[in-house]
């Protein structure tokens, strides 16, 4: 379980693909009903945010998109990803 408060989260952008040319993320803590994005900062294959938990428990979401220097591009969105809390 996730702290509230900031919590370091850690995405890794790699496989058959071109250099990464665009990634963004967005959380949701209400299952996905509206979506907050989120700065990620980047470090080779890594992007990390800090996303800032209520206080409280509940479930984060998280919304991703990514697209190389071809223009491809790939979303993945995954509700209830993990719990935060006390």
Avoid at 59 to 80: E, I, M
């Amino acid at each position: 379980m996730a702290p509230s408060g900031a919590f370091p989260l850690t995405s890794r952008v790699g496989g058959n693909t071109g250099a990464v040319s665009a990634f963004e993320l967005a959380i949701s803590h209400d299952d996905g009903k509206t979506w907050q994005p989120t700065p990620v900062t980047q470090a080779g294959d890594a992007y990390t945010a800090q996303p800032e938990h209520p206080s409280g428990n509940g479930f984060v979401s998280l919304r991703s998109a990514a697209t190389d220097a071809s223009g491809n591009s790939v979303r993945q969105t995954v509700l209830r990803a993990y719990q935060f809390g006390q």
